[in-house]
C-alpha cells in the first residue's frame, strides 16, 4: 500500500490522500477537496484514481468530487445512508465492506458514528496498520459533532472501535489540528510529560511535512483517550463539580467535548 498526504493549505486545515496498488497504479482518492492537487499528485506518481471514499457528507470533504470524477471518471463511495447528503454516490458501504484498489490493496470500512451520523473510516491491516480517520480521530484530539453529529455516538466510537485499534495503527486524519489539541490536553491534564514533550515540535510547524502518529501514541497525550486519567478527573470536577469523584468514562469523554467545543 502506497500513501500520499496531501496538504491543502486551506483554511480548514484539510488533509488530502492517496492510496495506491503499488502494482498497477490504481489509487483510491480519500476526501480529494484540493481535486487539482490530488489530480497533480497521481500524475507525479504515475497512478490512476479510480475511486473516491468520502468519510462524511461535509463539502469541505466533498467539495473536490465532481472535479476528479470528470478527469478520472472515478467512482464515489460513501456510507450507505449518506446517499441523499453527497450527489453521484456510485457505491454504500457498511461497517466491515471492504474497499479493494488493484490488485494489493483492501481496506476495511468502519461506521464511525459521531461527526456526522453518516460517518467512515478506513482501516489497513497487514504489516503497516493505519487508519484514515477523516473527522472522527484527529491527532491528539476528536471530532466535533456540531453539524449533524452527537456526542454520545462519537464516545461509543471511541470506546467500543478506535480504543481497541493495535498499538502501531498509524492515524491519517482530515485536518491539522494537533498543535492546538495538544494545548488543549495540557489544559486538561498539565502534568502529560508526552503532550509538553511533542507540542515543541509541532508548533509553528509546515503540516505538509508533520508527523504522523500511531494510536499507541495517541493513548499518551490525546485526552480524549485518557478518560480515567486522575488528573483529568480532577481539572474537569473544577469546572464541572456535579460530576463528582468519581465520574463515568462516557461523563469525562462529553464534558471534555463540551470544553473542547469553546477552546
Known amino acids: 500500500m502506497l500513501v500520499e498526504r496531501i496538504w491543502t493549505g ?4 484539510n488533509f488530502n490522500y492517496l492510496i495506491a496498488c503499488p502494482e498497477t497504479g490504481e489509487a483510491l482518492a480519500i476526501d480529494p477537496l ?3 492537487k490530488c489530480l497533480a499528485t497521481a500524475l507525479r506518481r504515475g497512478w490512476s484514481i ?12 466533498t467539495g473536490g468530487n465532481d472535479a476528479v470524477v470528470a478527469k478520472t471518471g472515478a467512482k464515489v463511495i460513501a456510507h450507505h445512508k449518506a446517499g441523499g447528503k453527497i ?3 456510485d457505491r454504500g458501504v457498511a461497517a466491515g465492506d471492504v474497499i479493494k484498489v488493484g490488485k494489493t490493496v483492501e481496506l476495511e470500512c468502519m461506521d464511525t458514528p459521531g461527526h456526522t451520523m453518516c460517518h467512515v473510516c478506513l482501516r489497513a491491516h497487514g504489516d503497516h496498520p493505519a487508519i484514515f480517520s477523516g473527522d472522527t480521530l484527529f491527532n491528539a484530539g476528536a471530532g466535533n459533532c456540531h453539524n449533524g453529529g452527537n456526542v454520545q455516538d462519537m464516545f461509543a466510537t471511541f470506546a467500543r472501535q478506535l480504543a481497541t485499534l493495535p498499538d502501531d495503527t498509524r492515524v491519517y486524519p482530515g485536518h ?3 498543535e492546538n489539541n495538544l494545548k488543549f490536553t495540557l489544559s486538561r491534564e498539565p502534568d502529560n510529560e508526552d503532550a509538553r514533550a511533542l507540542l515543541p515540535k509541532v508548533e509553528n510547524h509546515d503540516p505538509a511535512t508533520s508527523i504522523v502518529t500511531t494510536i499507541g501514541q495517541e ?3 490525546n485526552t480524549f483517550f485518557r478518560l480515567a486519567s486522575a488528573t483529568v478527573i480532577a481539572k474537569l470536577r473544577e469546572a464541572f463539580p456535579d460530576i463528582g469523584a468519581a465520574p463515568d468514562a462516557r461523563t469525562v469523554f462529553v464534558k471534555l467535548r ?5 477552546w
Open 176 to 178: 491539522d489540528y494537533i
Open 258 to 262: 463540551e470544553l473542547r467545543n469553546k
Open 10 to 13: 486551506n483554511s480548514y486545515r
Open 219 to 221: 493513548r499518551k497525550f
Open 87 to 89: 450527489a453521484g454516490m
Open 50 to 61: 479510480t475511486q473516491i471514499l468520502n468519510t462524511h457528507e461535509h463539502h469541505d470533504h
Open 34 to 36: 484540493d481535486h487539482e
